[in-house]
């Protein structure tokens, strides 16, 4: 089983940049691809980007790429979006969530566990 808890949402203005965290439960957290997304108002969920298990492979959406970098500590259970150079389109809820499959999965119907979601706002 695992449990995903976020933070770091906030506000920041356009430009500017945010750290969000999604802590793991459990001793196997090593053996899920982490993943995030995203939701906006009257729009539909975003990938964003995800960290496979296997090896140090990412990949990103074309809307983040170059501003947006996914990370991961196994020895924290902890995997990390930083986010810079923020625009007003990137406002919107950020979900972190696991999944078991070892590629770089970019479905949300390929995660099986999820956090509860964290707020983003970018001022422009």
């Known amino acids: 089983q695992v449990q995903l808890v976020e933070s770091g949402g906030g506000l920041v203005q356009a430009g500017g940049s945010l750290r969000l965290s999604c802590a793991a439960s459990?001793?196997?957290?090593?053996?899920?691809?982490m993943g995030w997304f995203r939701q906006a108002p009257g729009k539909a969920q975003e990938f964003v980007a995800v960290f496979a298990w296997s090896g140090a492979n990412t990949y990103y959406a074309d809307s983040v790429k170059g501003r947006f970098t996914i990370s991961r500590d196994n020895a924290k259970n902890t995997v990390y979006l930083q986010m810079d150079s923020l625009k007003p389109e990137d406002t919107a809820v950020y979900y972190c969530a696991a999944s078991r499959v070892s590629w770089l999965a970019s479905g949300a119907n390929e995660y099986e566990y999820w956090g509860q979601g964290t707020q983003v706002t970018v001022s422009s």
């Open positions: 459990g001793r196997t957290f090593s053996s899920y691809t």
